[in-house]
């Protein structure tokens, strides 16, 4: 069963306080069996940049992903890698604009500092097709890696534009899961949320109930999506699952409102809470300590 | 068989088979429906009507097309969902057993404008 919890009871959980977090509130404790090839070290998660959408919610939709990719290269401390967690252009249906979209975005995330990028698609990059074009550009959108000690998992959630994972990948997800020790650091990226976090705003993923019990026998399972276009922390048993804020324009809270509307443009705070969180991979620790970022500074 | 008895039999041999999904159009015409049907169309990215009222308890049966592409039906609160596949009409017997307002959407990707589709079936209380 999922269970909600709010920025504040996640802080006093995780014995953090400022902008910074943490996941894995189960496996606070230090992990046995480590292997000597772990190291701390940071990945950037950015999201939902939906490159191609224009329209109110945000004036600046042409500039927004570079001000995030100069953000990104103006961090002190730059990141080992970074990762998309989808929604990388706004969908067309035109498989030509789509790849002129593609094209476009790669160009300028082309950009960052850090070389070691990861993407994985959303719906809007790759429903319509079932991923064809994503394909084209970005590769498979299913894969694992491993980074530090750390086993990273992407799960494709959006090729089917029906949002299941689909049994020939679940099937992949447990042969992968079953080379891992039960208390493995493993993170997953996912761009739908895995749980039914707003099923009446297609806040789900119809089959994600079967990842999350592949999921379960692991002690130190995190999971970082996107979708939602906003911050969100909710625990499913004992893994946490953090949604990241988007670059586009930001969404309502979950039930928040009738209709999940984007939230509009303030002039007066423009880029308000659009942004990009730091996540630190600490040795021996389960938990994943978050920092939150602004496109721009205030 | 007298010729009363057939007809009640054939009624509920009609239901037993729509309630299963195994009744084409052609067939459920022929056995008489006894319960109401409410025909909804779909395009980009809209449901016609995406207003519908229900009464608790009526077994209704909700007839889909979709005039353009693959597009999908779900009410979580209603716990329902169905694929409604262009060229094919699809059927959905439902009995709302509680009052209040569901919403439904499309839940099968279908281009810009997918996350505006959705509508409300309000289900009022018998005799409201």
Known sequence: MARTIDRRDFLKLAGFGGAVFASGLSGCASLGGMGSEQ????????????????????????????????????????????????????TTDNPAERRKRLGEFRDIVGELRVKHVRFMPGEHDAS??????????????TYAFDHKGVHFIAIDNVSDPGASIGEEQLRWLADDLGKQARDARIVVFTHRPLFDLMPDWD???????????LLMPYRNVTVFYGHIHQEHHQMTGHI???AAKSLIFPLPAPGSQPKRAPLAWNPAEPYKGLGFRRVKAETGEARFPMTEFPVIKA | MRAGGRRRWLARVGKGLLAAGLLGAGGYAATQPVERVIRISTRKFEFTPSEITLTKN????????????????????????????????????????????????????????HEEMDGTITVVETGA
Not at chain 1, 203 to 213: F, L, P, Q
Request: overall charge negative; charged content about 25%.
């Open chain 2, 58 to 113: 009526e077994p209704v049966i909700l007839e889909f097309t979709a005039t353009d592409d693959l597009m999908g039906f779900k009410s979580a609160g209603l716990g329902v969902r169905m694929d409604i596949v262009p060229g094919k009409v699809t059927r959905l017997r439902l009995v709302p057993d509680r009052v209040g307002k569901f919403m439904f959407y499309c839940d099968v990707f279908c281009g810009d404008g």
């Open chain 1, 203 to 213: 806040w789900a993923t119809r089959d994600g109930a079967k990842a999350i019990e």
């Open chain 1, 128 to 141: 319509l097709d079932k991923g064809q074009a994503y394909r084209e550009f970005f590769g498979a959108p």
């Open chain 1, 240 to 242: 946490p699952h953090h």
């Open chain 1, 39 to 90: 190291e701390d070290f940071f990945f950037v998660q950015l999201s939902d940049t939906h490159w191609g959408f224009s329209g109110p919610p945000n004036p600046d939709a042409r500039g927004t992903l570079q001000k995030a990719v100069a953000a990104v290269n103006s961090l002190e401390q730059q990141p080992d890698f970074i990762v998309f967690t989808g929604d990388l252009t706004h």
